[in-house]
Structures are given as structure tokens and as C-alpha cells.
């Protein structure tokens, strides 16, 4: 049987991760689109009709669906390459098999969605499980990077470590991570009370019927969501605060990276409320929170290699 090298596995990993993002931007398209509801049935577009007519908003819904076929492909490969991967390890083995796992759920999920015409909390929990995919397919993909044997000590093993300095650095890397999980949460909940349905709206926009949307008032539900916006951003400013004294030149750059997108996601935010909600900028804006998400998660993945390579070390270098 032909193995893979921790490299290829590596490629396949990182292949899962992108497809899984960018099922997640795809399918806020449709909802922009209004389109959610352009096929009506599932697993066929309609319950006579296995293929979408040539229509925009079919094709938008059933082009997404098939997008999602190849989500499912990605994940598989990834369970079966761990598999041949040599050598073989548990823990990848063990996290290719969640995203499956995650993904079946998802089409669940997305069933539902038809079924109970995109009923809002159903919706919500769609994309929240999407994002909980996203964050296992980086610790996948962080993992099928690491050494197959236990990592040496990160830096000179004659160098005094401060365990104070490492374990406030993990601190700020949970703290953002929860931030962000947090903005995440509170952010579904201004889309699932605004104006973007997922489908085509009575009243001269189409012969779907009005959407059920959440009882919270768009302005309000919006500012509590600008208040954990802004919580999360002076979370990164004191991460880069206390990067910028104690870390290294890495350390500086990944969270530059950071707060770079989180002001940009702040700004194009405030943009889309003030010019009424175009699509092209909610759509990005919706790019920007993969993208924000991924480098968060990657982050706190990064802080605890460090922490977990160095702690025994800096136990036994300091005086007791």
C-alpha cells in the first residue's frame, strides 16, 4: 500500500481547511443572494427535479450544494491519508475523523435549513458549526506540521526563562481567542435579526413568502455587537502590548497580522451599517471573519507549543 510523507499529508490537511472557509463564504453568498431558498427540497433542487432549472437563484443555492460535495471529498481524503500517512499518528487520524464527522452534521444542518425555510436559529447554528469546523481544521492542519518525535526545547536551553512571561502569553492568546469566539456569537445574532434573509422577500422582491427573523432590534442587537468588537480589539492591543516586549520577531509579526485585520474588519463593519448593507461588502466582511478567525486560532496554537516545549524547563531552571 502507497504511504504518504508528513509533507503530502500536510498538503492535504491545508486543502481541507481552505475548502472548509470557503464553503463558509460561498454559502453566506447565498444567503446575500437571497437564494436560499432557490431550491426548495433536499436532496434534489426541487421534489421532481434532481438538477436546479437555469435560473439564478437555483443555480446560486445548487452550486453551493455541490461545492459542499466537495467539502465532503476533502475531508474524506483527509481521514484516509492519515491513515496511509507514515508514519501514522493517533491525533491526526483522530481530527480528520471530527471534520467528518462536522461536515456530516453540517448537511444535517443544511436539510433542516430547507426543510424549516431557513428558519433563523437554524441558520445561526449552520454557520456557528461551520466556524467550529474551521478552528478543527487549523488544529488539523497545525499538527500535521509538527514533528513526528517530541520538539527539543524552543530557545537555548542556557537561557533563564521567566514561566511568568510564557504563561501571560498564553493568557492573552486564550483571552483573544475567546473574544473572537464571542464577537463571532453575537454577530450571527445581528444577521440572523437584519435585513439579509436567505431568501427573495413578498413585496415585489419575489414569490417567497417573508422570512422569520430574530425578536432583537437591528440597531441595538448591532451596538452590543460593536461593544464586543471593541472588547476585542483592546484584548489584541494588549496581546501586541506584551508581545512587543517579551516576544520575538515572530511573535511581532503574527500579531501585527492580527490586529491589521481586526481594524479592517472594525472598519468595513461600521461601512456596512452606515451605507445600508450592500452585499459585496457584507460578503467581505463575512471573508474577513474567516480570515480573523484563522489567525486567532493559529495564534493560540502557536502559544501553547511554546508553553507546553518550555514549561518543564523553565520548572527546573528556576530556584525553587
Known amino acids: ?27 453566506s453568498l447565498v444567503r ?43 475531508v474524506i481524503v483527509a481521514v484516509l491519508g492519515s491513515m496511509r500517512r507514515n508514519p501514522r499518528r493517533r491525533d491526526l487520524t483522530t481530527w ?12 444535517v444542518l443544511g436539510a433542516l435549513v430547507t426543510k424549516t425555510e431557513l428558519e ?9 458549526l461551520s466556524m467550529v469546523l474551521l ?28 514561566p511568568a512571561v510564557w504563561g501571560r502569553k498564553l493568557w492573552w492568546a486564550r483571552a483573544m481567542t475567546l473574544a473572537t469566539a464571542a464577537v463571532i456569537v453575537v454577530g ?7 435585513p439579509h434573509t436567505g431568501s427573495l422577500e ?15 432590534d437591528p440597531r441595538e442587537i448591532t451596538r452590543i455587537h460593536s461593544l464586543f468588537v471593541y472588547l476585542l480589539l483592546a484584548v489584541v492591543i494588549g496581546t501586541a502590548i506584551h508581545v512587543a516586549r517579551h516576544g520575538t520577531p515572530g511573535d511581532v509579526r ?38 480573523v478567525w484563522v489567525q486567532v486560532v493559529w495564534f493560540h496554537l502557536y502559544c501553547a507549543d511554546a508553553h507546553r516545549v518550555d514549561a518543564p524547563r523553565a520548572k527546573m531552571l528556576v530556584p525553587s
Do not use: K
Open 1 to 27: 500500500m502507497r504511504t504518504l510523507s508528513p509533507n503530502r499529508y500536510r498538503t492535504i490537511a491545508l486543502l481541507a481547511l481552505i475548502s472548509l472557509a470557503a464553503i463558509i463564504v460561498t454559502g
Open 32 to 74: 446575500l443572494t437571497g437564494s436560499g431558498l432557490g431550491c426548495s427540497d433536499w436532496p434534489t433542487c426541487e421534489q421532481d427535479q434532481l438538477l436546479a432549472p437555469f435560473e439564478f437563484h437555483p443555480m446560486v443555492e445548487f452550486v453551493n450544494r455541490l461545492i459542499t460535495g466537495l467539502v465532503s471529498l476533502a
Open 96 to 107: 480528520s475523523w471530527v471534520l467528518v464527522a462536522g461536515v456530516l452534521a453540517q448537511i
Open 120 to 128: 433563523p436559529r437554524v441558520v445561526l447554528g449552520h454557520f456557528l
Open 135 to 162: 478552528w478543527a481544521a487549523v488544529v488539523l492542519y497545525h499538527r500535521a506540521g509538527q514533528p513526528d518525535e517530541p520538539a527539543p526545547p524552543a530557545s537555548d536551553p542556557t537561557d533563564p526563562i521567566d
Open 188 to 194: 450571527t445574532l445581528v444577521t440572523a435579526s437584519g
Open 202 to 216: 413578498a413585496g415585489g422582491h419575489g414569490d417567497f413568502e417573508p422570512v422569520e427573523r430574530l425578536p432583537f
Open 254 to 291: 503574527r500579531i501585527r497580522g492580527i490586529l491589521l485585520t481586526v481594524v479592517t474588519q472594525g472598519a468595513v463593519g461600521y461601512l456596512q451599517y452606515f451605507t445600508g448593507l450592500p452585499i459585496a461588502v457584507v460578503a467581505f466582511h463575512i471573508f474577513g471573519v474567516v480570515v
